[in-house]
């Protein structure tokens, strides 16, 4: 870590850092377990019409409205607000056990990085019996007013460590809401926030202009029909957000269809459903802290669409596995996914803060028993992973390697292996748009660190002004392309001009997202080769059981 110093902004704290008296926790329906999710953040009006009938009330339950049945639009904006108050951290790394975190922070600590630790998660009870126990410890350091000012020493840390700035609320928001109809017939001035409460299972709300897939290629406005408790309250930006309150067997309905396609094989979507159902479960309380919902419905959790793309196979898949559970030492694991692992799967610390999870390590993505030269291959070193991306190996997810498998899966052969070239200019450009730093002419990038599957960890942009290093996966897609490069499993060749200055910039790369757990077109096509769910789930989450804990 180098000399002792003092970071602006950190405040002593506390000798020592105690255990919390009491853990935690949630006890959840043995039948049909609540969530909320969020579905709408940072709107400055929210558009809705509701179909069948409501109750409205506010936050403190008192009726608004009773048994109203309205095919207006309804809207609502912030009304007389002030934001929320909050402090900004660095998130050094997180712990599975008390005592590591408390040895890193007196290690920080001794180095006058005045070093805390907090505990986040629930324990998750279903009939008095836990369940899942997410509870992590993080190690943070420094409280500043601003994201930004938080921003500027993330470099001290970065050498050891993967650090990133979190925000907590020390203030809530305070405000009003209005709300009213089109028609205008209706005009209310809210506390807060206000929820509308379904009488019957037809009722829904369609909420308007959602965004979806910020960020990426396929970002975009949709109208989005959802059912359950809809609540719609002031966030901290004193803007406004969405969420709805629904059983978990509901929510996965407009999950996996949105997750993977409704067309690939039944097995496939079974496997898909255990692994939202589990996610849900071990993330709750780790995710989202400082907001009045569980996960949200993006790519950040899981993509959750509502109603809108409902489809008769994947609730088969869901009913036919109703309440299970992936479980790793008896309490309920995670259970990520992405599209295509590209041959070779990730380790989770690599890609995500630790604590690591012994199921969520990188393997080749192929059958068990199979022998394999492809093993003789390792993905951390350059050479290798040139020759790597080059290649077509007998993969699960790589489809041109299959016979007699669905059309869809076919349609997933162009993530296996891509290419993407940018012209110098306009590479450049992107970077200085997307670090918000001035590197002067791009001259070259450096990979510096990869992870098991060849996915880059950490790279140097090197320009005239000053070099640029850029560390997780997703923060290197992200910098490199208009929206996101398909994975950070990628090489970098440069074509150059007589004169010796670069002139186009091409990826050649392999797979979609960031590698963890199950790869889903490998799962598809697994599922096309006649193996079931619980094979497949085993194969990308080794050492793990199925188990039903609720829904009988």
């Known amino acids: 870590m180098g000399r002792p110093r003092t970071i602006a902004g950190d405040k002593p704290g506390p000798r020592t850092s105690r255990r919390s008296d009491r853990i935690r926790k949630r006890e959840l329906d043995s039948i049909n377990p609540v969530i909320k999710i969020g579905l709408m953040e940072e709107y400055d009006r ?15 339950g008192e009726h608004i409205e009773t048994n109203i049945e309205s095919h207006h639009q309804w809207h609502v904006v912030p009304d007389l607000t002030t934001e929320a108050k909050a402090v900004f951290s660095i998130l050094i790394t997180a712990f599975a056990r008390r005592d590591a975190a408390d040895q890193l922070r007196k290690r920080l600590s001794a180095e006058n990085h005045q070093a805390r630790v907090a505990e986040v998660g629930e ?3 279903i009939e008095r019996k836990s369940v899942s126990n997410n509870i992590k410890y993080r190690v943070l350091v420094g409280r500043w007013p601003t994201e930004r000012e938080a921003r500027t ?5 970065k050498e050891e460590f993967t650090p990133r700035v979190v925000r907590q609320i020390v203030k809530p928001t305070k405000g009003t809401l209005e709300l009213f109809n089109d028609e205008f017939s209706s005009n209310r001035l809210i506390e807060r926030g206000v929820r509308f409460i379904p009488l019957n299972h037809e009722s829904n709300v369609k909420l308007h202009a959602v965004r979806e897939g910020t960020g990426f290629h396929w970002e975009r406005e949709v109208d989005r029909t959802y059912q359950g408790i809809i609540e719609i309250r002031l966030d901290h930006r004193a803007l406004l957000l969405a969420f709805t309150e629904l059983p978990l067997e509901q929510y996965l309905m407009g999950v996996v269809p949105s997750e993977m396609p409704a067309s690939y094989p039944m097995e496939a979507l079974k496997a898909q459903s255990v692994a939202a159902r589990s996610e849900v479960l071990a993330k709750i309380g780790i995710k989202h802290l400082n907001d009045p919902f569980d996960l949200c419905g993006t790519v950040h959790c899981q993509v959750y669409s509502g109603i809108t793309n409902i489809h008769e196979r994947a609730n088969e898949a869901i009913e036919a596995t109703r309440g299970q559970v992936i479980l790793l030492n008896n309490k309920v694991a995670e259970a990520v996914f992405s599209s295509c692992c590209g041959g070779h799967t990730e380790n989770k610390v690599n890609v995500w803060n ?13 059958e068990e028993d199979s022998e394999t030269a492809i093993e003789e291959i390792d993905l951390t070193r350059e050479q290798d992973t040139d020759r790597w991306v080059s290649s077509k190996p007998e993969v699960w997810c790589n489809a041109a390697a299959h016979e007699n498998i669905p059309v869809i899966l076919k349609k997933a052969e162009r993530y296996f292996r891509w290419t993407v070239k940018y012209p110098h200019r306009e590479l450049e450009g992107i970077i200085r748009r997307k670090s918000g730093e001035d590197i002067g002419t791009l001259v070259n990038i450096i990979p510096l660190k990869r992870g098991i599957s060849g996915r880059l960890m950490e790279i140097e942009i090197q320009g005239t002004k000053r070099n640029l290093r850029i560390q997780r996966e997703l923060n290197i897609r992200h910098v490199l392309s208009k929206s996101y490069l398909y994975s950070a499993c990628f090489t970098v060749d440069v074509d150059y001009g007589e004169s010796g200055n670069p002139i186009n910039f091409i990826f050649r790369g392999a797979g979609w997202g960031h590698g963890v757990g199950m790869c889903q077109v490998g799962a598809g096509i697994q599922a096309a080769k006649d193996r079931p769910y619980k094979k497949i789930l085993n194969s990308y989450y080794p050492g793990t059981d199925l188990k039903k804990i609720y829904g009988e």
Do not use: A, K, M, R
Request: no cysteine; hydrophobic share 40%; glycine share 6%.
């Open 46 to 60: 929210i558009d809705f019409t509701l179909n069948g009938t409501f109750d409205v009330v506010d936050l403190e």
């Open 153 to 157: 020493h993330l470099d001290t840390f």
């Open 123 to 125: 324990e998750i009870l």
């Open 354 to 366: 630790p604590p690591d999870s012994p199921h969520l390590q990188g393997y080749w993505d192929i």
